[in-house]
């Protein structure tokens, strides 16, 4: 749990939707995220808002370390989607990779996330989508910036 605690803290974020299928006319969104060390210190606990081009989106994530996976265990819930969405997230090299699918529509949708240049105040993400058998598409560039620290 070490070293993804650097997410621990409240986040600004600025994003940048591409022109996809999802987002015709592409996009900007504001949002913050706040986390906080969860039970025992072996999770971590998220709340999240978000406004643009999709409507408002609020939602919590907890992630948890696996070591069966070797990796973290993701779990997802907002109102932006019905159930939870569960993921996995590893390391890959310095970057935090979170991968998870879900059916929508009858039509099997796999993310990805890419945490990179990861500091102790700011981070990028790229978003991915792939629609069923479609290649994956970046939908979404973020900036964090973190604005206040939580006690770890």
């Known amino acids: 749990m070490e070293r993804i605690k650097f997410l621990i803290g409240r986040w600004n974020t600025d994003s940048e939707y591409e022109q996809t299928p999802m987002i015709p006319e592409g996009g900007k969104s504001t949002s913050w995220y706040e986390v906080r060390l969860g039970p025992g ?15 408002p989106e609020i939602g919590h994530d907890v992630i948890s370390w696996d070591p069966k996976q070797e990796g973290y265990t993701v779990v997802t819930v907002g109102n932006a989607f019905l159930g939870a969405v569960i993921g996995k997230s590893r390391w890959e090299s310095d970057e935090l ?7 929508e529509n009858g ?6 996330s890419e945490y990179s240049d990861i500091k102790e105040h700011s981070t990028r993400i790229e978003e991915f989508v792939q629609m069923g058998d479609s290649p994956p598409v970046i939908v979404e560039i973020v900036r964090g910036k973190k604005i206040t620290l939580l006690i770890a």
């Open 41 to 55: 210190g072996f999770s971590i606990i998220a709340d999240f808002e978000a406004s643009g081009p999709m409507g």
């Open 97 to 103: 990779v979170t991968q998870s699918e879900f059916v």
């Open 107 to 112: 039509t099997t949708m796999r993310l990805r």
